[in-house]
């Protein structure tokens, strides 16, 4: 079994950065792929990005490429988010997922609670 909880959203201006974490425990992170996902309101929840268990193979949203990066912490059992040049359309729930494989899909057996993003022009 594993928690996870997601931390570091907040308020930003557009052209701003946030960096997300999040934090699991039961297990080590470095058990499973981890991704994040976000959903605005009135749309469905999107795959953003995700990182093997390696580390090796890590995969972004077209949306995103190039303005945000996911990073394993050195404890293992942390994983990040960090966002720059922030979007007004970058605004959502964000949440952290874990698995056994790397997807672009919700198969995921474990999820977060969220954390709240939000961009403003």
């Known amino acids: 079994q594993v928690q996870l909880v997601e931390s570091g959203g907040g308020s930003v201006q557009a052209g701003g950065s946030l960096r997300l974490s999040c934090a699991a425990s039961?297990?080590?992170?470095?058990?499973?792929?981890m991704a994040w996902f976000r959903q605005a309101p009135g749309k469905e929840r999107e795959f953003v990005g995700g990182?093997?268990?390696?580390?090796?193979?890590?995969y972004y949203a077209d949306s995103v490429k190039g303005r945000f990066t996911i990073t394993r912490g050195n404890a293992k059992n942390t994983v990040y988010l960090q966002m720059n040049s922030l979007k007004p359309d970058d605004t959502a729930v964000y949440y952290c997922?874990?698995?056994?494989?790397?997807?672009?899909?919700?198969?995921?057996?474990?999820w977060g609670q969220g954390t709240q993003v939000t961009v403003s022009s």
């Open positions: 990182i093997d268990r390696t580390g090796g193979t890590i």
């Open positions: 997922a874990a698995g056994p494989l790397l997807r672009v899909g919700r198969e995921y057996a474990y």
């Open positions: 039961g297990r080590t992170l470095t058990t499973y792929a």
